[in-house]
Nanobody
Framework: QVQLVESGGGLAQAGGSLRLSCAAS????????MGWFRQAPGKEREFVAA????????DYADSVKGRFTISRVNAKNTVYLQMNSLKVEDTAVYYC???????????????????WGQGTQVTVSS
């Protein structure tokens, strides 16, 4: 089992920045590839970014490329999502998730992720 706890959400203005953190506990963090997803009201959960267990490989949804950066510090059992140039349409609950990599190290497939955090709300105002 892997337990994931997100933090860092809140209210930001359009054009501003937020940094989300996801702290992991339980099984060895470095054995898992990690992802960030988000779900806006009335919409399906969608892929945002993913990072391989070593941190070497990353992938992003087209909607956040160039604005968001995913990173991890295995020594701290933590994965981050730096969000810059925020837009109103980035408003959503953000979830981190862990995958053993059955669909590849930076898979956008929700079904590939075995463990999920409880989510943190990000609200961007105009």
């Amino acid at each position: 089992q892997v337990q994931l706890v997100e933090s860092g959400g809140g209210l930001a203005q359009a054009g501003g920045s937020l940094r989300l953190s996801c702290a992991a506990s339980g099984r060895t963090f470095s054995l898992y590839d990690m992802g960030w997803f988000r779900q806006a009201p009335g919409k399906e959960r969608e892929f945002v970014a993913a990072i391989s267990r070593s941190g070497v490989s990353t992938d992003y949804a087209d909607s956040v490329k160039g604005r968001f950066t995913i990173s991890r510090v295995n020594a701290k059992n933590t994965v981050y999502l730096q969000m810059n140039s925020l837009k109103v349409e980035d408003t959503a609950v953000y979830y981190c998730a862990a995958t053993p990599g059955r669909y590849g190290s930076t898979t956008p497939k929700i079904v590939g992720y075995d463990y999920w955090g409880q989510g943190t709300q990000v609200t961007v105002s105009s």
